[in-house]
DNA sequence: TAGGCATCTTAATGCTGCCTTAATTTCTTT
DNA sequence: AAAGAAATTAAGGCAGCATTAAGATGCCTA
């Protein structure tokens, strides 16, 4: 996950300004809300990964901003209060919100608490979302998460460049890529006019791919210009 | 979603006793366990939806009970705790706790507290943490629960590090792991480029794992980007 | 408190296999 | 047919790996 956007609801601003300036150090990114009013509309606009929603707000009840954002959303919402009794408490947590600190709390927890989030935000996306991250191609198949290559079911065993240089090309199937495109991507910006070596690792990668010297249904060359995968079909 | 089994591990016989009729009062089914071990072990066995934990237990710390069961469910865990100081609520919380009451707690929070968690369940659709808690490949076998491995019936004796190791390669098995994504596992971030132990671990590893120099039939290097555990067959 | 055991760390050695360069052959274009 | 571009092959150097052993650290026991 990149940063994570927290939309910080909260008209206190003391209290606002402490939790802004504990969440940016903590690498956190910030949407402020003074209202509920805004709140909503920030959280509908925005999107954002959590929400730290204060209670106390000036223009409407907390709890029925909960419930009008999980009309349309699950983000996780976490509620700040200070008021301590349960019946508040439980009235928020039946409303769709998913933890409740009392004022005053401590920073600490209030990070411990998100990091919790996080981390089960972490999880469901593993599994809801099921990532396979593989590219099928004819014969071919790459497992990016697994960093592993098949011809046909045999697993191929690529050194480190000659993978990179596949992935760089399965990634733009059908285009073109320069050789210096190609010569940059894996070894950086700085040598450039390395074509010799690009050659002999694609040698080496058709060795391993293709069915023999010259019947080349991969990766095409493209004089002067550089390489291109293409797609193939379903045969084996 | 059925009755909610809920695995609740309290040595408080009064508040143990409070706790059960509550919850079988509003449609939980329960386990029950009176120590860390135990709660361990009907963790493991019995895949609760949700465990209802309480820290302050008579074998083994509260926290150790967490992370144990954390090597391999994901399993929503609710801490209650008479410990109400945050450095209590953070270690837990960032040991694996989804939640952390202090008591005297409400019944009606805890309660409120345990439909967030079903709420949650649901979102995320079934069974999200539900793994078991015993590995097995080939002629290996990795208890998680308990923290022995074994090889062909044999019982391995592992270090620490060793057994972090191997736990962090079975689950991930067909995974290649990066240099890096390894250390910052078992060491944590700080570290980062001490391959040369890693290589030594691996070495230990092996030499116990594996049958002879050379020949690797569970971790695989990848020269230049880390390891990977196979998939191995049946056969022994 | 001291000693011993187990584990961790660091350093050193030999070795495998990857990368690079260069030279030769094949292909393409004019 | 000749020249340039690409493919292929082979060989040397070197980075990364496995393995061993010795020193450091911490823990348990007597």
Redesign the interface.
Known sequence: MNKPLILTVEDDVPVRNLITTTLKTHGYRILLAANGEAAILEASSHNPDIILLDLGLPDMDGVEVIKKIRTWS?VPIIVISARSE?AD??EA??SG???YLTKPF?V??LL??L??TQR?LA??GT??GQQTSVFTNGALKIDY????VYLGGEELHL??IEYKLLCLLSQNVGKVLTHTFITRNIWGSSWDNDIASLRVFMASLRKKLEKGPGKYQYIQTHIGIGYRMLRVGNDD
Chains 1, 2 share one sequence.
Do not use: F, H, Q, Y
């Open positions: 699950n349960d408490k439980i947590l039946d919100a998913d933890d401590s600490e927890e411990a608490r990091r919790v089960r999880l469901m599994e809801a998460a697994a960093g592993c050194t480190p």
